[in-house]
């Protein structure tokens, strides 16, 4: 049967002696945890210890407030220095423990301030910082910063790291066989060993368009290239590459001999003249043509092929271009060179050979002079030079050579052979 006590005081008081103890007893005295206690109003408890030996807490309050009364900084006079925070027991283990510590300052990121959120274990004083365990961060849209101090920032415990930044095969980087890329994913960060091994990479599979400074360089221009794979369907097309393409977004390209097995008409539209509008990497591009539904799988590898103007290597002095160097020729300024021939290509002009001080200009081996006019002369007869003598072959005359020349003050005439000179001898 229960029972109520009831007054209609404002307040009501049990009081013991000092020291002593109140039990409300829900068990029959047997302590084995039944029945309840039931408090309804608030509770304030004004003692300095508060006990729950409770295996089941439930808190409805969404913010749990600890070191009520603190005025500033936590102070150094508690059992953890400078901090709040809660404390989990593991008896034989060493206490673990989740604080807030008043003790550290920081500044990062152009702002200031003191106190840290750390967790550490063992016993106060001497406890080790705790690694956290998490497969996120999210820095809520700034940027998220990282002071070291004298520390580095460390991968440790992993099994060959570099092998997830870069594609690895026998533990060398080795590009992807369909899309020539080394790379796994954009945005992992390397460790020291996937740096060094992708220098070693780049080093023995160097690529360089263009070296200089200033108005002095040289530029590599190849854009014809065989096209490895098709990487990319849809409203526009990808392109890879097995070697670095020189398109720059905005570019013309034409495209030829593209096939596909079995026959796909969106793949083999790769055919024609387009416009890169994009370049991922210098070994993929995106052109402006719309391939929807187009299968990958189809393209035959390396069948296509980009068509451009020639492929030279241009080397450029104080902004002047010096040389010109192509798969058949070599310009050298104003010279060319095409196998075993020079060709002035600075039409009617002079091209000298010139020995310094006393030195003579030495020809080592026969001299032969094809007759005129030659392939761009306009007459058989050369104008007479404005100093010396010019030399010339043409059809023999009665010299007997076809070995002729004029002067300067333009007198002409054949070189005469040496029996023909004893004949006019003779004669005259």
């Not at 190849?222 to 526009?236: H, Y």
């Not at 495209?255 to 796909?264: A, E, L, R």
């Not at 060709?343 to 002009?349: P, Q, R, S, V, Y």
Request: no cysteine.
């Amino acid at each position: 049967m229960s029972k109520i006590v009831r007054t209609t005081d404002t307040e009501y008081k049990i009081i013991t002696a000092a020291g002593g103890n109140i039990t409300l007893d829900t068990t029959n005295a047997s302590s084995d945890g039944t029945g309840r206690v039931i408090v309804r109003g608030d509770l304030e408890v004004q003692g300095n210890t508060t006990q729950v030996e409770s295996q089941i807490v439930t808190i409805q309050d969404n913010i749990i407030i600890l070191s009520k009364g603190n005025n500033g900084e936590l102070p150094a006079t508690l059992d953890r220095p400078y901090s709040s925070g809660i404390e989990i027991e593991r008896l034989g283990s060493g206490n673990a423990r989740w604080v807030y510590d008043d003790s550290y300052s920081w500044n990062l990121g152009g702002q200031a301030g003191r106190g840290v959120w750390l967790g550490e274990l063992g016993n106060i004083g001497s406890a080790t910082v705790l690694p956290l365990l998490t497969d996120k961060l999210l820095s809520g849209g700034n940027d998220l910063i990282v002071s070291l101090g004298s520390s580095s920032l460390r991968i440790d415990d992993t099994q060959n790291y570099e092998e997830q930044v870069w594609r690895y095969e026998n533990g060398q980087i080795t590009p992807d066989p369909i899309t020539n890329s080394v790379f796994l994913e954009d945005n992992v960060i390397p460790n020291a060993k996937a740096v060094r091994d992708f220098v070693d990479f780049r080093n023995t599979n160097i690529e360089v368009a263009t070296v200089g400074t200033d108005d002095t360089n040289i530029v590599i221009n190849d854009k014809n290239n065989i096209i490895l794979s098709i990487l990319e369907t849809g409203s526009n097309t990808t392109l890879g590459f097995s070697k670095t393409h020189g398109f720059s977004v905005g570019d013309s390209i034409t495209i030829q001999d593209v096939t596909s097995v079995p026959v796909d008409p969106n793949i083999n539209a790769v055919n024609g003249t387009f416009t890169v509008t994009d370049v991922p990497n210098g070994t993929s591009l995106t052109i402006d043509l719309s391939s929807t539904g187009g299968d990958t799988d189809a393209y035959v590898q390396n069948s296509g092929r980009t068509v451009d103007t020639e492929t030279d290597i241009q080397v450029t002095v104080n902004g002047t271009n010096i040389v010109n160097i192509f798969n058949n020729r070599v310009e050298l300024s104003g010279l060319q060179i095409v196998d075993n021939e020079i060709i002035n290509l600075n039409a009617d002009e002079d091209i000298l050979i010139n020995a310094s001080g006393n030195g003579s200009v030495k020809i080592k081996d026969i001299l032969e002079i094809t007759k005129t006019p030659g392939e761009d002369d306009p007459t058989v007869d050369p104008l007479a030079p404005d100093d010396g003598v010019k030399i010339y072959s043409k059809t023999q005359g009665p010299g007997g050579t076809g070995v002729y020349f004029v002067n300067e003050d333009s007198v002409q005439g054949e070189f005469i052979s040496k029996n023909r000179a004893l004949i006019y001898g003779m004669l005259f």
